[in-house]
């Protein structure tokens, strides 16, 4: 396939270092947009920022090549106008520059205009990963909430934890081991059945005394550890 | 050294585990207490439940054997009365029968009565692991807090997840690379240089989107996404 990727930023560079040996990749500034027209290309991947997205759609000359972006919030439709064929290819993976990644594992969520386009977006997804999904815009926006809770706020928690222990003079790095431990029995076990802690075995006496040390100590703290206290209880009644 | 380990949970049996070809173990019953007289032991190690260990510390006789228990919320005077040498031997590890764990990644956090006690913790804890920390009661109350915020909030947040997508018939096991990638991160970053999502990058489009969506499809999610990401933000202005 012939593969035109418009960015400059992690996303982009991912995705060019994917496709080394399995595609011929040109990688367009997203600014000049050069060597965009001189090529015929199979699909135009545009990997920018949400916000830059439309403005950079809107520097690509009338084609009829497959045009997509890989963003988890940004509607299809924002793409509709240049092309016939367009959509959208995400993968759900946060890209760091610095951090390897086994491509194969991360699951591919893919939305066409039609049913042509969805073919050669199909093509080009299985030279990542074989996890292959279809996800409309609406179903793709609750995928993105879902991962800002599982993945964004949980390092949100970790934080938490490292200015609670800073108090204290402990290292951050002590709770990584039962971090790890904590996604690894999720590969096995759903989160209710691997849930543990105080709220989960209504352990109130527990419950309290933490309520009272972020009191005393993290008043900012206070409510979320009451709110997810009470979410894991709400949930128990569920079982 | 000889070992008596009083319990029938998921820690007494790890704790055994780690044990063997490296101490002499008795495993006792904790309701009967049979066999802890017979033999002199250079350590009892008190593995129930936190409501319970009072009441099996009742049961012991007088000693000059070095008690101690192995919660982190449970203060050490609990265990005052019965020998001068007690103390507690905190492994900061969520423990499941099922799952195999590597002890000596496993940190150590360590009180003790007085200088002599110390020494045969110090001792007895080296057998498992080299990560031995010395923490008083105050200190490993802070240690648990920062563990239920890390490790079973962050669980708690992927429940949240599982229940979102769940609407959208995508799999939970969808967000694992994701999860895994967000651990694996913390390794080589704080969660502060690491965190990623909306609420960092000052998306206030994409998180009023987010709020809108909750507040129609799950209201009981609203606060807590509000609240995280309204920390992640309080977090930026002290960078």
């Known amino acids: 396939m012939k593969v035109a990727i418009i960015g400059s930023g992690n996303v982009a560079f991912h995705l060019n270092r994917a496709l080394s040996f399995k595609a011929a990749v040109s990688l367009i500034n997203p600014h000049t947009l050069e060597g965009l027209s001189e090529k015929k290309f199979d699909i135009i991947v545009i990997s920018v920022s949400d916000d830059a997205i439309e403005e950079v759609f809107k520097k690509i000359p009338k084609t009829n090549t497959l045009i997509v972006h890989t963003s988890g919030s940004v509607n299809m439709d924002i793409l509709n106008g240049n092309s016939i064929d367009y959509g959208v290819f995400y993968p759900l993976q946060t890209f760091s ?25 199909k093509e080009f997804a299985s030279l990542f990963s074989p996890k292959i999904r279809i996800a409309n815009s609406q179903v793709r926006k609750s995928l993105h909430i879902a991962s800002v809770f599982a993945c964004n706020f949980s390092n ?16 951050f790095k002590d709770l990584l081991p039962l971090m790890h431990q904590m996604v690894d029995k999720l590969d096995n076990l759903t989160p209710q059945e691997a849930q543990t802690g105080p709220a989960v075995r209504e352990d109130m006496s527990i419950i309290k005394s933490h309520l009272e040390y972020l009191k005393q100590n993290h008043p900012e703290f206070y409510e979320i550890y009451k709110l997810i206290s009470y979410q894991i209880q709400r949930n128990l009644c569920n079982k």
């Open 97 to 121: 520059r610095k951090q390897d990644l086994n491509y194969k594992e991360i699951p591919l969520f893919l939305e066409a205009s039609n049913k042509e386009a969805l073919g050669i977006l």
């Open 156 to 171: 949100a928690l970790a934080g938490i934890a490292t200015e609670i222990l800073s108090k204290s003079g402990i290292d």
